[in-house]
């Protein structure tokens, strides 16, 4: 089980991806856990979480991120643009899997 | 262009870290859902159960309904019509739980200040100036559209007070360590509390005697008054605009950047019209909240429905073309970010400059527009999903011309991103 959350402005866009990577993981027999949030909910929606994203448009918030992330010891990164322009779920499934380290699992 | 980028970012990170326009914004983003209520009251009373300019002009039956009109007011006036009171509770509460404190007693707190600093009687005089009554209350001037930036500041300034205050040990009353965690920190707060409404209220009490007026008519005219002014003028908006675009052209989400200086001023215009329409007068901003998301967020920012239309009349190439087809859903309900990143507009200098030349032409043509009469004012709030047509229809309090402006602005912009579209596939194809 992985535990993932996507976050946007208003968690909208990255809505879309999420249905692709929910779609990717179910090709793959993965129970997942995958939703989109709005950025200002990230104290929130990164409870219990194993990997966090934000959509590229919201990048300048990283920082911020990795402070709320980091204090759970949850790896955040930003969503590469042209995966999210794509909405590439399986790219972004993958990336997720290489960041909570269960690559080897796949 | 990655230097830009780097400046932009750096720009972007600053107003993601200040704290008040951090407050700010999110504090538009809660009450926006509640302007859109209110809206729906003004639909009710002003496009569907009105004899002079709704439905009941031309199907009389719907006049039987009329009866529920006082209810509809109500929705109309307890949300609108306080939105300054909820600006002031959401950016004290945001503003107090970003510095550590209690959200629920610094809104409140917040809240009880503008009362303080409100004007609370009011003699009604004769002809001769000898005073036949005395009224007493907060008028709705203070709660309402014209009391936002009022708000706003006395929140910041109650919430910084009591913040510094907080911090002087010797003025919170410490409580032996038997007694409840919640008890003791309501008396450590007593005094903090008591001085932050006394300074307000001597601040307040300084203006009046100096300037003779009360607070909200000092912020106002001196604050507000100006902003809005520069907000509703073209020259005002395309500024914003052009910053807005600039931001998205390197990937950043511009609206969410500056949202906390636009979204003041863009809401209260808004809702200064919806006031006036309720009241039966004539409504004067040109420019508002829904006049933006109608002539530039027509499938997201840059009007990039209309790039999404250009991709799939002349685009070739498979790679565009299956982009153009995924972000067209999404386009329809103005999320523009597939479009975005996906050809990408983002950081690519051939698709950059219709992005921005079709903002600017959209926005100065929805003014033209709406100056020449063609295309009505709008008054009503709409979330910002509305699909097009709809969004330009029903902001204008159902008015047709409003769709059709809508239309026009989104052909217009095809047009001025369509040439640049068969450039990007000629370069593409070079490129190969």
Redesign the interface.
């Known amino acids: 089980m992985i535990k993932i959350r996507l976050f ?2 208003a968690g ?2 990255t809505g ?1 991806l999420v249905e692709r990577m929910i779609k990717s993981a179910r090709e793959r027999g993965l129970e997942a856990d995958i939703a989109a949030a709005p950025a ?1 909910a990230m104290e929130e929606e990164t409870q219990g979480i194993d990997v966090a994203f934000l ?7 990283l ?2 991120a990795k402070k709320i992330c980091g204090e759970k010891k949850i790896p955040v990164e930003v969503i590469p ?2 995966d ?4 590439n779920g399986k790219n972004v499934l993958d990336f997720a899997l290489r960041l909570s380290g269960r690559e080897e699992q796949q | 262009m990655n230097q830009l980028s780097n400046a932009l970012m750096k720009v972007g990170k600053w107003a993601d870290k200040n704290e008040y326009l951090n407050a700010v914004k999110e504090a538009f983003q809660m009450f926006i859902p509640f302007t859109i209520i209110g809206a729906m009251g003004t639909l009710w009373t002003s496009v569907l159960c009105n004899a002079n300019t709704g439905l009941g002009s031309i199907f009389p039956p719907i006049m039987a309904l009329s009866f529920l009109n006082p209810a509809f007011n109500a929705v109309n006036f307890c949300t609108i019509g306080y939105i300054g009171l909820g600006i002031t509770v959401l950016v004290g509460a945001l503003l107090g739980s970003s510095k550590g404190h209690d959200p629920i007693y610094c809104g409140l707190l917040s809240l009880l200040c503008l009362a303080g600093v409100s004007q609370s009687s009011m003699d009604v005089a004769a002809a001769d100036g000898t005073v036949i009554e005395t009224i007493k209350g907060i008028f709705n001037s203070n709660l309402g559209s014209t009391g936002i930036f009022t708000g706003i500041i006395v929140a910041i300034c109650s919430v910084e007070l009591f913040n510094t205050i907080m911090k002087i040990d010797a003025l919170r009353i410490k409580m032996p360590d038997k007694v409840p965690g919640s008890v003791a920190k309501s008396f450590s707060s007593l005094v903090p509390g008591f001085l932050v409404i006394l300074i307000m209220g001597l601040i307040s009490l300084v203006i009046y005697t100096v300037i003779g007026g009360y607070l909200n008519d000092f912020i106002y005219n001196l604050i507000q008054a100006p902003l809005l002014r520069l907000g509703s003028s073209l020259p005002g908006i395309l500024v914003f605009v052009l910053i807005a675009v600039m931001l998205w052209s390197v990937g950043l989400h511009g609206e969410n950047m500056i949202n906390g200086v636009l979204n003041p001023i863009l809401i209260s215009l808004m809702v200064e019209n919806t006031e006036a329409v309720e009241a039966d007068g004539a409504t004067m901003n040109i420019i508002n909240f829904s006049f933006y998301r109608t002539f530039l967020c027509t499938g997201g920012t840059g009007m990039v429905l209309a790039l999404t239309i250009a991709f799939l009349i002349t685009g070739k190439r498979e790679e565009n073309r299956s982009i153009a087809k995924l972000s067209l859903v999404s386009n329809l309900f103005n999320i523009g970010e597939v479009c975005m990143f996906g050809y990408p507009v983002v950081l690519n200098p051939i698709l950059i400059i219709p992005f921005i030349a079709s903002s600017l032409a959209s926005i100065i043509m929805g003014y033209v527009l709406t100056a020449i009469h063609i295309c009505p004012i709008m008054y009503v709030n709409m979330p910002w999903t509305m699909p097009p047509f709809l969004l330009g229809f029903l902001a204008s309090g159902g008015n047709i011309m409003g769709g059709v402006c809508q239309l026009i602005a989104l052909a217009v912009s095809t047009l001025i991103y369509l040439p640049f579209v068969k450039l990007y596939e000629k370069q593409q194809a070079a490129a190969e």
């Open positions: 946007c402005a909208m866009s879309i200002a959509g590229p448009q919201v990048r300048y918030k920082d911020e643009m042209v999210y322009g794509t909405m």
